[in-house]
T-cell receptor, first 112, second 114 residues
Framework: SQKIEQNSEALNIQEGKTATLTCNYT??????LQWYRQDPGRGPVFLLL?????KEKRKERLKVTFDTTLKQSLFHITASQPADSATYLC???????????FGKGTRLSVIA | GAVVSQHPSWVICKSGTSVKIECRSL??????MFWYRQFPKQSLMLMAT?????????EQGVEKDKFLINHASLTLSTLTVTSAHPEDSSFYIC??????????FGPGTRLTVL
């Protein structure tokens, strides 16, 4: 069966450390993958998109990797801050005009 | 990034009434918009895909006669919850996809049915 899993429901880290969130999928062949941040009571905010032919993408303190062999994406936040505390969602895009497939999210708490 | 707005941001209504939620892409045209529902502490659940000028495609289990979707222009899609009941209370979020496939979400609408 097709699955997309974000391995940790919740992750607590200390301020200043690097947070690493994992997204694994099975029985999908995504054309690209997107990461979002969602705060309570708000819609998701787009962070990064990485395509199947890209291995890594960066944006300020954020870095995303995409390994189509392992069927895994890693999302890193370096020098984490309490303001980074939120739920982070990964979403697979299967190409064309098909809807994104979302993971359940990882709730990140950065502790000062 | 592109901006998607939703109106209203929250609404409280009586059981049996209908509620309309608007979703607008403010600085781009969106041929496709998506409507999601999210219950507390759960992930986004896709309700339907809305294509400009054609009928929406609903996900399995979503009643198309209850959740009416209209995508009359390239910048506006509406979701009408007809004859709302307390179990329809949820957080409704729309999103729009831009040409290079990034998908942007609205801020969401909190619906409470009494």
């Amino acid at each position: 069966s097709q699955k997309i899993e974000q391995n940790s429901e919740a992750l607590n880290i200390q301020e200043g450390k690097t947070a690493t969130l994992t997204c694994n999928y099975t029985n999908y062949s995504p054309a690209y993958l997107q990461w979002y941040r969602q705060d309570p009571g708000r819609g998701p905010v787009f962070l990064l998109l990485i395509r199947e032919n890209e291995k890594e993408k960066r944006k300020e303190r954020l870095k995303v990797t995409f390994d189509t062999t392992l069927k895994q994406s890693l999302f890193h936040i370096t020098a984490s801050q309490p303001a980074d505390s939120a739920t982070y969602l990964c979403a697979l895009a299967l190409g064309g005009n098909t809807p994104l497939v979302f993971g359940k999210g990882t709730r990140l708490s950065v502790i000062a | 990034g592109a901006v998607v707005s939703q109106h209203p941001s929250w609404v409280i209504c009586k059981s049996g009434t209908s509620v309309k939620i608007e979703c607008r892409s403010l600085d781009f045209q969106a041929t496709t918009m998506f409507w999601y529902r999210q219950f507390p502490k759960q992930s986004l659940m896709l309700m339907a895909t809305s294509n400009e000028g054609s009928k929406a495609t609903y996900e399995q289990g979503v009643e198309k006669d209850k959740f009416l979707i209209n995508h009359a222009s390239l910048t506006l899609s509406t979701l009408t919850v007809t004859s709302a009941h307390p179990e329809d209370s949820s957080f409704y979020i729309c999103s729009a996809r831009v040409i290079d496939n990034e998908q942007f979400f609205g801020p969401g609408t909190r619906l409470t049915v009494l």
